[in-house]
């Protein structure tokens, strides 16, 4: 598939747990977004990566939130001592760093936090 | 963080009519883009605008870059239930880096 696939698609876990959520972003796009979406909101920004670095992690709600590139392709969300507020979708797109900026979206991971 | 602000917040109509929705914002913008989010999935790209006055088409898609750069409308020409959904303006601004104001969402219902 061509586009962004974003792994799992459901996660339950309970309240403290740590959780780690991917994203596989469309080759190609140097840019990739995460993005945390509460039910009858818009996308809510967290960070942005260009290439391996993050660009912008002024999104990241506190330090329990954490993401990572490593290799300037899947993207790792990170996430410590989970609380029920956590409990969003949390959606990753990615786009080219230069040009348009037409972001394209995965189907996102629903996370609970019980 | 700032929000664009995007009227309205939920239609409801007949299947066949016109639907026209729209964003605004405070700032001047030079990118808008119009997603359409399926319950259960990401919002898709439906249209991108990057001139002011720009009028662009994607089948019974039309959205317009307003000539003043604070503001764009979407409208959908003789409606189908598959319309059904919820349709996000986002726009950037050359201060933001990559990063897109959004607005809250127009939800849409379609009868049949």
């Known amino acids: 598939g061509a586009g962004v696939s974003q792994t799992p698609s459901n996660k339950v876990t309970e309240k403290g747990k740590y959780v780690e959520l991917r994203c596989d972003p469309i080759?190609?796009?140097?840019?990739l977004y995460w993005y945390r979406q509460s039910l009858g909101q818009g996308p809510e920004f967290l960070i942005y990566?260009?290439?391996?670095?993050?660009?912008?992690d002024s999104g990241l709600p506190n330090d329990r939130f954490f993401a990572v590139r490593p290799e300037g392709s899947v993207s790792t969300l990170k996430i410590q001592r989970t609380e029920r507020g956590d409990s969003a979708v949390y959606l990753c797109a990615s786009s080219f760093d230069r040009g348009t900026h037409e972001q394209f979206f995965g189907p996102g991971t629903r996370l609970t936090v019980l | 963080g700032q929000q664009l602000n995007q009227s309205p917040q939920s239609m409801f109509i007949q299947e066949g009519e016109d639907v026209s929705m729209n964003c605004t914002s405070s700032?001047?913008?030079?990118?808008w883009l119009w997603y359409k989010q399926d319950p259960g999935e990401g919002p898709v790209l439906l249209i991108a605008?990057?001139?002011a006055g720009e009028l662009t088409s994607n089948g019974r898609l039309t959205a317009q870059f307003g000539i003043t750069r604070k503001d764009s409308f979407l409208n959908i020409s003789a409606s189908i239930p598959s319309d059904v959904g919820i349709y996000f303006c986002a726009g950037h601004n050359a201060g933001n880096n990559r990063k897109l104001i959004w607005g809250l969402g127009t939800s849409l219902a379609v009868n049949p």
């Open positions: 990566f260009q290439g391996t670095g993050a660009a912008d």
């Open positions: 605008l990057y001139k």
């Open positions: 080759s190609g796009h140097t840019a």
């Open positions: 700032s001047i913008f030079n990118t």
